[in-house]
């Protein structure tokens, strides 16, 4: 059959409630402008985020009651252990309850001032926990990866040149691990190949440097392997990912990506004296080794949503309904980061309103649009997020003025998708109606969170 339908049927609902434009209008003006400070009820669709955003399944749910709420030695742990344990092949693993939790108690041990951690593009929360120790995070990304409409299959890659000239430059004494971020969420949720996770491999083997997985979207990266990459076609999703993490010597893991959770992580090892460490920190901060600051229901949902997400029919409904939201918005004369990633859309505001300077926020114009138009919730991702202020007073703009539209999991079906499609062709007929905004008030960090902006 040529029509890739849904793979699930629908057995609880959670009713939408509608808004009119001029509520909407309302409602924007109240938020200032901020899309983040918008009540989700007011939002139609919500595409901010695909993180802890996926509809868990009857299974998932079964098991949440399942849970074994012991404090040692929980039932859900042993689960959990034996899930990622089978597809990882990591012996040791630690719960955590988010992604970054396992990255703080990473890099409590492995960074440090003077330490530097290569990743093909690290993940803003990873970056974090690297500086916050006082060490540099360095992002080598293959040259692909830095044009937009370059449609190539893996632009996730890390430039393994680049890698090696790092080395050489400061040392391998200084680079305690490599992280190889699978996909590539910040470019884009695009794939990194089995032959760049090789070829990265060998290098640093050389030198004695460990690699690490950023796994957060793993079985959707072994997907786009099985599709794209020569050799995999006849391979299995588990089979793709177990080769991927049998080059790495650990892995950090938000589960509310591929774990299809709405929380939890995890951190796993291959090496037992890494683990002892992870472990005393985990303590100390998250809680005691078998429940790592999740309830053991948590942990019953996460195993069962690791296993979940190597549904060969799953991820191929998950990366086209992305891809075909993609497609439609090119159709409709929407500039997008080519090739569509496993997670999100993103469209290049800069080439949409090419009036709106930089330091009015384009990516923003079109982020009140869409709401605007159609109670659309999507997020801004350029000089709101990014930009900077020099010396003098003037704007530095990042590369790119994107705005992101990622795609729960499991959460809207093809007609809502259609909407969303129909939403934008109207943003776009209104381009050059749009206009920018400049902020009233902004924090000292992070400020598309909570920054007031108005209509310039
Ligand atoms: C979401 C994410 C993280 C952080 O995980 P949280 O669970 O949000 O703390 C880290 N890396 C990548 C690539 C992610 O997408």
Known sequence: MRTIIEPFRIKSVEPLKFTTRAE????????????????????????????????????????????????????SFFRFQEVVQHITGFPYVIPTHQGRAAERILFTIAGGKGKVIPSNTHFDTTRANIELTGAEAVDLLCAEGKQPALIADFKGNMDVEALEALIERVGPDRIPLCM?????????????????????????????IPLFLDACRFAENAYFIKCREPGYQDKSILEIAREMFSYADGCTMSAKKDGLSNTGGFL???????????????????GFPTYGGLAGRDLEAVAQGLLEVLDEHYLKYRVRSVAYLGEKLLAAGIPIVQPPGGHAIYIDARSLVPHIPPEQFPGQAVVCAFYLEGGIRTVEIGSLMFGKTDAAGNHVA???????????????????????????????????????????????????????????
Do not use: C
């Open 180 to 208: 190889l971020t699978v996909t590539n969420n910040s470019g884009g949720g695009q794939p990194v190949s089995m032959a760049n996770i090789r070829a990265v491999k060998a290098v640093l083997e050389r030198y004695g």
């Open 24 to 75: 909407r209008e309302t409602i924007l003006q109240k938020a200032f402008y901020n899309v983040f400070a918008i009540p989700s009820e007011d939002v139609l669709i919500d595409l901010l985020t695909d993180s802890g955003t996926g509809a868990m399944s009857a299974q998932q749910w079964a098991g949440i009651m399942q849970g074994d709420e012991s404090y040692a030695g929980a039932k």
């Open 268 to 286: 796993a090892f291959r090496d037992p004296q890494w683990a002892q460490q992870a472990r005393e920190v985990l303590i100390v901060t998250e």
């Open 398 to 456: 990042p590369p790119m003025e994107l705005v992101r539209l990622a795609i729960p999991r499991r959460v809207y079906t093809q007609s809502h998708i259609d909407y969303v499609i129909e939403v934008a062709a109207l943003v776009a007929q209104q381009r050059e109606q749009l206009r920018g905004f400049r902020i009233l008030e902004q924090p000292r960090f992070l400020r598309h969170f909570t920054a007031k902006l108005a209509p310039v």
